[in-house]
């Protein structure tokens, strides 16, 4: 995986086209990439770079807990949405919101998540397997700061990982996650592992084996202010990836704590920091 990732930091290099952004950054940006992993063959954790494990994990909990405050993630260390939040923590219907709680036209709410663990159980070749988070009626304004879109009742962000499809075959239980726009520094390595992190707990949940994991990029791109550190890792050697453990079986997916995951054998090279574009 990780010589998949380095690849992509070179073609956008080589093959980027100079864009205007969001946060008027300014990219080097390629459309329509792809990688896959094997998860037996390790933990996609990148190595040329230290990951904080703690975010990636607490974001994913809070996720799944239908979380939109940062409340949780700050009482746990974790300040990564503290950015786009109002004074009160609110971060609007991002997420969590539509993966636990998707607002149907009939006033019900629809919980994906327990969806598809069900499905897999049940109904294993089924090809809807999908947790979905375009909600289109909830994207926020982009002529307005994050903090008026929650104030309006909108994202305060519109997602960036769009959409998760699981497969079931051979006992094994991969997962596709389709993502519209990926910065490939900072965020695309922390997307990898989180996905790779819920494929696990899925797994794990139904008496499955961990796959794969596909990762379909539309908009990846370099930000302007990152390029120094993209070339500090890329003169990095690539060590032996991780292996995950789980401490434990909970009864269900929501039950899952930040110490049910142990990972073995993480030495990566320091970490390289860059500032994030908001």
Not at 48 to 58: A, C, E, F
Not at 154 to 167: E, G, N, S
Request: hydrophobic share 40%; net charge negative.
């Amino acid at each position: 995986m990780e010589q998949q990732y380095l690849a992509l930091l070179e073609d956008i290099l080589d093959n980027g086209v100079i864009k205007n952004d969001r946060t008027g950054t300014g990219t080097l940006s390629v459309f329509g990439r792809m990688y896959r992993h094997d998860l037996s063959r390790g933990f996609p954790l990148l190595t040329t770079k230290r990951l904080h494990i703690r975010s990636i994990i607490h974001e994913l909990l809070w996720f799944l807990h239908g979380g939109t405050n940062v409340r949780y993630l700050n009482a746990n260390g974790v300040t990564i949405w503290d950015e786009w939040a109002t004074p009160e923590g609110e971060l609007g219907p991002i997420y969590g919101a539509q993966w636990r709680n998707w607002p149907g036209q009939d006033g019900k709410l629809y919980d994906q998540v327990e969806a598809v663990i069900h499905s897999i159980r049940n109904n294993p070749d089924s090809r809807r397997h999908i947790i979905n988070a375009w909600n289109v009626a909830l994207l926020p304004d982009e002529t307005k700061s994050p903090q008026q879109n929650v104030l309006d009742g909108k994202m305060a962000l519109a997602p960036c990982h769009v959409m998760y499809q699981f497969w079931v075959a051979d006992g094994k239980v991969s997962a596709m996650m389709t993502q519209r726009s990926g910065d490939i520094f900072l965020g695309i390595p922390y997307n990898a592992a989180s996905l790779a992190f819920l494929t696990h707990m899925v797994a794990h949940q139904t008496g499955l084996e961990a796959g794969e994991i596909i990762h379909s990029i539309g908009d990846l791109h370099i930000y302007s202010n990152h390029l120094e550190q993209v070339h500090t890792q890329l003169s990095r050697e690539p060590r032996l990836l991780p292996q995950l453990e789980f401490a434990r079986k909970p009864d269900n997916i929501l039950d899952y704590t930040f110490d049910d995951f142990v990972i073995k054998g993480y030495d990566p090279h320091p970490a390289i920091m860059a500032p994030i574009a908001i």
